[in-house]
T-cell receptor
């Protein structure tokens, strides 16, 4: 089954404790992206990757890092989480790195709470 | 400024009734427009994707329209069901050298029995 898998689905952590949210897709997609979703603000892009070893900032990259060492994986790293990073996070992937009409497949989301 | 605005913010309808959700955008250059359905606590799922040359596309009881001249789109839901209760998100893709999607904040639909 084609899917985007995120882990963990739920996480409560404390300020400053580094954490990583993993994302894996089994569709051989070139393009992957991370979003955060907050009430009233909709989905906002954090980082995206057009292909292996190619990453770029989205609209809200501050406080986050990513890496794309393999095509299927695109982890999101919070080096020193802060309470304003409490949010619902989604990973997504699509085929055709520079294409515009490919369907974007989303993961199930990771709800992060930073105390 | 590239923006996508959706209306209404929320909507309650009776099961079996039809409804229409609106999306206005100021995104340029335009590539395509997508509608997604997001169940509470789940990831968005694609309903339709329309390019500049398409002005209507259906997916079962969902029909999306696009007027690229007025930069408006609508999503019409026919014979609503309880399972249609969800948020519906309009997303416009920019025709640039990199993938840039502009998201609306969504319309929250509640279908009441």
């Amino acid at each position: 089954e084609a899917q985007v898998t995120q882990n963990p689905r739920y996480l409560i952590t404390v300020t400053g404790k580094k954490l990583t949210v993993t994302c894996s897709q089994n569709m051989n997609h070139e393009y992957m992206s991370w979003y955060r979703q907050d009430p009233g603000l909709g989905l906002r892009q954090i980082y995206y990757s057009m292909n292996v070893e190619v990453t770029d900032k989205g609209d809200v990259p501050e406080g986050y890092k990513v890496s794309r060492k393999e095509k299927r994986n695109f982890p999101l790293i919070l080096e020193s989480p802060s309470p304003n990073q409490t949010s619902l996070y989604f990973c997504a992937s699509k085929s055709g790195g520079r294409g515009h009409t490919g369907e974007l497949f989303f993961g199930e989301g990771s709800r992060l709470t930073v105390l | 400024k590239n923006q996508v605005e959706q209306s209404p913010q929320s909507l309650i309808i009776l099961e079996g009734k039809n409804c229409t959700l609106q999306c206005n955008y100021t995104v340029s250059p335009f590539s395509n427009l997508r509608w997604y359905k997001q169940d509470t606590g789940r990831g968005p799922v694609s309903l339709t994707i329309m390019t500049f040359s398409e002005n209507t596309k259906s997916n079962g009881r969902y029909t999306a329209t696009l007027d690229a001249d007025t930069k408006q789109s609508s999503l019409h839901i026919t014979a609503s069901q309880l399972s249609d209760s969800a948020s519906y998100i309009c997303v416009v893709s920019m025709n640039t050298g990199f993938q840039k999607l502009v998201f609306g904040t969504g319309t929250r639909l509640l279908v009441s029995p």
